[in-house]
């Protein structure tokens, strides 16, 4: 199926970079607040995922979920390049919230499409073959963020070039070198979809997408 591997890649790569806010969310979220404060927080964000479900429930995702998928993945990297710019813990939750509530989206899109463009007796193995590949990529980030972290920005937002060049306007200290890494991130982030939207496999698997015919429950085609 044209474009599908690259779906799979590039959900894989966006998970990769969604490991670093797995591995150091909590740190920079109690650089800021309290613990018990954190905690609380963390239970009203979360909601966002039930927020962004009930959005797709009542709306859908459009006639193009692809585009949904891409669009979901700017803002979230959009998000992600700003919600830390300052030590503020109402930009912090503004943000995630928004990220959070974004998730939804990206997860449903990509399960519709494959449902759509592939057949059906081949959906198990896609399925499995997808999230196997994509759930390894997060841990990865995870294990290996904090070290880099820890072994090169913190130090060069503390005592190193960093606090000369952005300190000024940035903030300096340990939790703005954390900052650093999810401000680059999202930078990476939205870099990377803005190139695979404008790749040739979006076009492929968008026009796959709008021409396949549509399953019906029972297995029969409309």
Not at 39 to 66: E, H, M, Q, R, Y
Not at 67 to 87: D, E, K, L, R
Not at 95 to 103: A, C, N
Not at 116 to 133: C, D, I, T
Request: glycine fraction near 10%; charged fraction near 10%; charge should be neutral.
């Amino acid at each position: 199926i044209p474009g599908m591997i690259a779906l799979i890649f590039f959900t894989t790569f966006n998970n990769f970079l969604g490991g670093v806010f797995m591995g150091l969310m909590d740190a920079y979220g109690l650089s800021l607040v309290s613990v018990q404060v954190w905690g609380v927080l963390w239970a009203v964000l979360s909601c966002g995922f039930i927020v962004g479900g009930l959005f797709i429930t009542k709306w859908g995702l459009g006639k193009n979920p692809l585009f949904a998928m891409f669009a979901a993945n700017i803002v979230i990297w959009i998000i992600s390049s700003v919600f830390t710019i300052q030590p503020s813990i109402v930009l912090l939750c503004i943000g995630m919230f928004i990220y959070i509530s974004v998730v939804p989206f990206i997860e449903a899109a990509e399960h519709t499409i494959i449902q759509k463009v592939v057949p059906l007796e081949r959906q198990g193995r896609v399925f499995g073959f997808a999230q196997s590949v994509e759930m390894s990529a997060s841990p990865l980030t995870t294990f290996l963020i904090g070290p880099i972290t820890e072994l090169f920005f913190i130090p060069f937002m503390t005592v190193g070039a960093g606090v000369d060049l952005i300190g000024s306007w940035f903030g300096t200290g340990a939790a703005r070198g954390i900052a650093l890494v999810f401000t680059l991130t999202g930078i990476i982030g939205l870099i990377v979809t803005l190139i695979a939207m404008n790749s040739k496999y979006y076009s492929l698997l968008s026009k796959r997408y709008t021409t396949s015919p549509e399953v019906l429950p029972e297995g029969e085609f409309a």
